[in-house]
């Protein structure tokens, strides 16, 4: 697949020395097991015993720094600012819609880490030290990400507010399976909705053009 | 949203000081959390993130038990090949969450620990939803989707996708909190609130869940939701089994019931008739019958009732591999 | 007189083609800019503080806290101490401030005081309904006589509930005034009118207000007005020096901007032994919130039925007013109607096709139909795998399926464009019409690239501004006859003074010459012509403009379209879950311009169909009188995998393209709530009298306990 590569190289402390921690802990989560599991017996000692690890920031803007669309962006936020909010308010970044606002349209889908997100349902402050990838970082008019120009040529798209999260939510899905069963069709664009009807096409776009679809010719 | 702070611990147990304040909730994957308070539903003064928690998140099959982090999300669980051929209802249950958003961002703890979708208590009417002069407004309006088995004035549904099938396996959770680790069964997460002020969950403040733990191996399990759309949707109803014993003869039965009931229910009387028995269609059928045996639907969601009686014999029918 | 027509088929390069839409590279990688994406300098926020209650009287409102607030720039009272609301969320303030979230906290200080008063929000009593009222009666012929000689009758009750448009992008604008001028980034359907209703309702000369529309995510009928947030927030803008951004909540938007009127009816009908329908009586309600509504088209399409009574009655409630939704009153009409006929062929042990075919001279266009029933049929099989009811097959999944015809007008709308031909060649349209997804934008560039003998990328169309010339709000499928005939007339007008210019240098006469493929030439002989370019050069040194205006209905465009939908379902007896497994469309609609976009309209109709087939309606509580489910979790859309598979004809063609160009957003959404019924009552052997068919009614109707109140 052509297009920018989805990268997973998110440099993990990204929240500004001055107002929080050292780095470190937010790459946990994928930090895979350890003998220690459920007994809370793996932090370090260290950590356990860093009292900044622990200061409660906000309510008002806290720095933070994250990557969107390969760049690296630094502002203050609340920590109520939704990813999405964030992204379309404060760095202009509206590739991504707001919708349903409550995790189950699928129109502000991005990729954080290179997994498939709903940015309404995540905190900015959460993301930071991650990399961001919205339909923007995916490529561009002049330079389309296969899956956009499959939009296009499968006329995926009506009225196009539920494109960008359609889009983001397929590339993500052809990047773990380029050639999905039904299941795992259901699986990776349930959770993604339009209102136009363009499902035809996007079904096409999915079939990489065996399926049919609004298609030119 | 109104203002809040935000803390990210790196350990367990500076998670769980922090989570003993007053007015503290634990985040995890937030697909829940955040819609609660932007529609001002429940408000905090600290949210707690456990996404960078040390020793949270991970899976561990070992002699048969399982072991997963609370932080491990579903789509990490569904994507362990062990642990799901060692338990293929997982797959189900999980694929049940129609999303790949979801399930990237949604967490085991999360799934488990997730408020009622009740549109009342959505609305900020509360858990119970009564009116000023103390009348259900569940009862009185419009509840399709509401529990077929209330309990009280508890009229809303567990929504969790894998409590039944871990409550049917007899799966562990293990808590942290102020006075260190406890176990409890799955179940036992669970009550129906009596009073207003009262939680669906029964972890005390400052305590964390960090885990599940079940025996996968000698049972057979299986998961059958019914849902509408094939998209992202709730079922409408779920049902988890669990069969001891090999061949047609079940040594023992666990029949649960999910968005039935304010918590997972245990239909013990449908899963009672079937241990020691052989899975016939007409056992299952007397079983599904026994597991509704004491439903009280309201005025809308009789058809429930229904929904759950196939459930239980299809999830019956998966479980033992029979045609039903 | 000059003529102006299409070309004749086998000289058409663009017009019947299948280019993709023109903006859909800006649109799938998110370059393109909504209302709702426009964040010019010093913006604010703004936020609309509504109603709980569906009924009440406001009897104190207190906003000093909110005043009081850092951050907050503007509140503004909507309704004030004493006024009377008729619906939950309904608006009663409003806060501007420097970001969404401030604003949000603002409307949490502003203290309203309520006494409720009590409400009614349940449609489907009638009976109970305390402002129920009589909206007509009619009567032709001897409906009495003719059911007490006819042949067979069936009885039913039926009905669909209210339901939402939904739109993905909200209601809402950006406003910005610079001085006395007010510019409004609009997510709207009708940017040439929008500005006088705002000036209006601003005490402004409607020349102060620019609309722009470029993009918008939506609209399906209930983007036509500014609404009162868009006054409001104009406003709040004016008041605060600001621009100001305000689009509704998610909840605000599925309770009050937009949703399509319930129908109920009691309906007899009655057939000959013939099966020739031979009487109607149908008695009906229904409400678009506290409007109430008015009388859905009974008997739909077959409209000429000989003996035939009906009476409506409207039912007012405390839910906001409905709005416009995609085909006005015919999906309604549609559903009554076709699931009586189907069950009335049951009755008369006949294949529901026959017995349409049989009726069709009671319809207005029986050959259409005729011809659309036998190609639909024949799409899906229906004489090899089409069962009558009661034929049930092993097992919990039962198979249907299920037929209807429908109707639609789709005349093109008053429209006018300026179209330039300067000396470089390059020629653009400018038109104040909007492109709401259906691909206008895509097909006024066509007509140009037509005209002209051009490339699509050689023309340039610029729309969604209301400094362009005016075109009609798109509604009610005019906009592909209004914009494609003022195009057409304008850029033949422009041609042909093109042509006078360079006649003379081919030493040909100005009506000799004809442009196409990039060239200029004498028509018979392409070796006495020049380049596109070359032309244009001869037009002197200051551009062509002409404007073409829309005269209504001639040789360009018409209207009146005809279509036939097939539904096939599976339905789950143990559990009422149904699904849709194919759905066939057989479409007219005129002379095509985009075949791809034509049927991308089609498909999108069949998939809005299923949705409010099997899933969406608004569910208002009794007990609270607010919406149960104004979020996208409760309220369902139809998801990429709940629509089965699609198969769409178009007729077109010699017999149909002589006809011009007739809209087509419509007629596609207006059978498939009928063809699904239909099919899962052929599949269950039993009506479910309720869309949507949701387990609960499917399994009610299995257990006899069918019909509603």
């Not at chain 1, 356990?48 to 990557?67: F, W």
Request: with cysteine.
């Amino acid at each position: 697949m052509k297009g920018r590569r989805v990268t997973d190289d998110a440099k993990r402390s990204g929240f500004s020395r001055r107002s929080f921690l050292r780095g470190g802990a937010a790459g946990a989560l994928s930090g895979g097991l350890t003998t220690g599991l459920l007994t809370g017996e793996t932090a370090s000692a260290a950590a356990a015993t860093d009292p900044e690890a622990t200061e409660t920031l906000g309510p008002g803007p806290v720095e933070i720094e994250l990557e969107v669309n390969g760049a690296t962006r630094r502002l203050a936020v609340e920590p109520r600012v939704t990813l999405l909010d964030g992204l379309r308010d404060r760095l202009d970044v509206t590739g991504p819609k707001r919708v349903c606002d409550r995790g189950t349209c699928g129109a502000c889908t991005v990729l954080e880490d290179g997994r498939p997100i709903y940015a309404c349902s995540r905190l900015m402050i959460e993301s930071a030290g991650r990399s961001i990838t919205t339909v923007e970082g995916l490529g561009s008019p002049d330079a389309m990400h296969d899956v956009q120009q499959a939009f296009v040529d499968h006329d995926a798209q009506q009225c196009g507010y539920c494109t960008p999260g359609f889009v983001v939510a397929t590339a993500a899905l052809l990047t773990r399976n380029a050639a999905p069963s039904e299941p795992e069709i259901e699986a990776g664009l349930g959770g993604n909705f339009c209102r136009c009807g363009t499902y035809k096409g996007i079904r096409a776009v999915v079939a990489g053009g065996k399926g049919g679809g609004v298609s030119g010719g | 949203m109104r203002p809040f702070g935000y803390a990210a611990p790196a350990t367990v147990e500076q998670a769980v000081g922090l989570l003993a304040a007053e007015g503290s909730e634990a985040l995890a994957g937030g697909t829940d959390l955040l819609s609660l308070l932007k529609d001002d539903v429940e408000r905090v003064d600290r949210l707690v993130a456990l996404r960078g928690v040390a020793g949270l998140s991970g899976i561990e099959l070992d002699g048969g038990r399982l072991r997963v982090g609370a932080m491990t999300t579903l789509q990490e669980l569904r994507d362990h090949e062990d642990a799901i051929e060692a338990l293929p209802a997982l797959a189900v249950a999980i694929d049940g969450v129609a999303s790949a958003q979801l399930r990237e961002m949604g967490t085991v703890g999360g799934d488990l620990l997730q408020r009622p979708r009740c549109w009342y208590y959505r609305r900020g009417f509360g858990l119970l939803a009564l009116t000023a002069d103390g009348r259900s407004m569940a009862a009185e309006g419009d509840n399709r989707y509401h529990a077929i088995f209330p309990a009280g004035e508890a009229r809303f549904v567990n929504p969790s996708s894998l409590a039944p099938l871990l409550v049917a396996l007899g799966a562990e959770a293990v808590v942290h909190g102020p006075a260190g680790e406890r176990r409890l069964p799955v179940e036992a997460l669970y009550r129906a609130p009596l009073s207003p002020g009262e939680r669906e969950n029964t972890l005390a403040p400052g305590e964390l869940l960090a885990g599940v733990e079940a025996n996968v191996d000698g049972s057979r399990s299986a998961v059958y939701e019914v849902r509408q759309r094939r998209s992202l949707d709730w079922p409408l109803m779920a049902a988890a089994v669990t069969l001891t014993g090999s061949g047609p003869r079940a040594e023992k039965a666990r029949i649960v019931l999910g968005h039935a009931a304010p918590t997972p229910h245990v239909a013990s009387a449908a899963g009672d008739l079937l241990s020691g028995q052989e899975l016939t269609s007409e056992t299952v059928a007397a079983a599904a019958n026994a597991a509704v045996e004491d439903a009280r639907p309201m005025s809308g969601n009789r058809y429930k009732v229904q929904l759950a009686r196939t459930a239980v014999r299809r999830a019956l029918g998966h479980a033992a591999g029979m045609e039903i | 007189m000059a003529d102006y027509s299409w070309p004749e088929a086998d000289r058409r390069a663009q017009i019947g083609a299948r280019p993709a839409r023109l903006d859909g590279p800006v649109k799938s990688t998110g370059f393109a800019k909504y209302p709702s994406d426009q964040n010019p300098d010093g913006l604010l926020a703004a936020k609309i503080l509504t109603c709980p209650h569906a009924h009440a009287r406001i009897v104190g409102i207190d906003t000093s806290a909110a005043e009081a607030m850092p951050g907050v720039r503007v509140v503004h009272v909507i309704q004030g101490e004493g006024s009377e609301i008729q619906w939950a969320g309904d608006e009663v303030a409003a806060v501007a401030a420097v970001t969404e979230d401030l604003a949000r906290d603002a409307l949490r200080a502003i203290r309203v005081d309520y006494e409720v008063l009590p409400h009614f929000v349940t449609e489907e009593d009638r009976d109970g309904a305390p402002g129920a009222r009589p909206a007509g009666e009619r009567a032709e012929g001897d409906p009495d006589a003719a059911f007490a000689t006819a042949h067979r009758a069936v009885e039913r009750t039926l009905g669909m509930p209210q339901m939402a448009h939904m739109c993905l992008e909200p209601h809402g604008q950006v406003c910005s005034w610079d001085g006395d001028e007010l510019e409004v980034h609009a997510s709207t359907q009708a940017v040439s009118t929008l500005a006088g209703q705002f000036a209006t309702e601003l005490g402004l000369p409607a020349s102060q207000v620019r609309i722009r529309t470029e993009y918008m995510g939506g609209g399906f009928g209930s983007k036509f007005s500014p609404d009162r947030w868009g006054i409001v927030g104009a406003e709040l803008a004016r008041k605060a020096g600001a621009p100001v951004k305000l689009f509704l909540e998610r909840d605000q938007e599925v309770t009050v901007a937009g949703s399509r009127p319930s129908a109920f009816a009691r309906i007899r009908a009655a057939a000959d032994e013939r099966g020739k329908l031979v009487a109607w009586d149908s008695d009906s309600w229904g409400s678009g919130g506290l409007p109430g509504t008015g009388q859905t088209p009974l008997p739909y399409v077959f409209s000429r039925l000989p003996n035939r009574r009906t009476r409506h009655t409207s039912v007012p409630t405390n839910l906001a007013g409905s709005r416009a939704w995609r085909a006005p009153n015919h999906p309604q009409a549609c559903f009554l109607t076709m699931a009586v006929l189907d069950d009335l062929a049951d009755e008369l042990g006949l294949d529901p096709i026959d017995f349409l075919e049989r009726n069709l001279d009671l319809t207005g266009r029986p050959d259409t139909y005729r011809e659309q029933l036998a190609i639909a049929a024949e799409m899906a099989s229906w004489k090899e795998r089409w069962q009558p009811r009661g034929r049930e097959r092993e097992g919990a999944l039962q198979r249907g399926l299920g037929v209807s015809v429908h109707t639609w007008g789709g005349r093109g709308h008053s429209s006018n464009c300026d179209v330039t031909v300067h000396p470089d060649g390059a020629v653009e349209a400018r038109i104040g019409s909007q492109d709401i997804g259906t691909g206008t934008r895509t097909i006024v560039a066509q007509v140009l690239a037509e005209t002209f003998g051009l490339e699509l990328h050689q023309v340039r169309v610029s729309l969604g501004d209301n400094v362009y010339p005016q075109s009609g709000p798109s509604g009610g499928s005019s906009t592909v006859g209004g914009v494609t005939a003022s195009t057409r007339r304008a850029a033949q007008d422009a041609l042909r003074e093109v042509l006078v210019h360079v006649a003379p240098r081919l030493e040909a006469e100005p009506e000799q010459l004809v442009a196409g493929g990039g060239r200029v030439f004498v028509d018979g002989d392409s070796s006495r012509g020049m380049s596109w370019r070359e032309a244009a050069a001869q037009i002197g040194g200051a551009p062509i403009s002409v404007q073409g205006r829309n005269p209504g209905p001639g040789r360009l465009i018409s209207s009146g379209v005809g279509g036939v939908q097939i539904a096939e379902v599976e339905v789950d007896v143990d559990t009422g879950v149904v699904h849709v497994e194919r759905m066939i469309a057989v479409q007219d609609c005129g002379l095509i311009i985009n075949r791809r976009l034509a049927e991308s309209q089609v498909y999108g109709g069949l998939i809005m169909g299923v949705g409010y087939a099997l899933y969406e309606e608004w569910i208002p509580d009794p007990v609270s009188g607010r919406l149960l489910n104004a979020d996208m979790e409760f309220y369902k859309l139809a998801g990429l995998v709940d629509v089965g598979s699609l198969e769409v004809h178009m007729m077109t063609g010699p017999g149909y393209d002589e006809r011009g160009v007739i809209g087509l957003g419509e007629p596609p959404v207006i059978s498939p709530g009928a063809a699904i019924s239909n099919a899962v009552a052929n599949a269950i052997g039993v009506r479910v009298p309720y869309l949507p068919l949701t387990p609960d009614r499917v399994l009610d109707a299995l257990a006899g306990r069918g019909e509603p109140a």
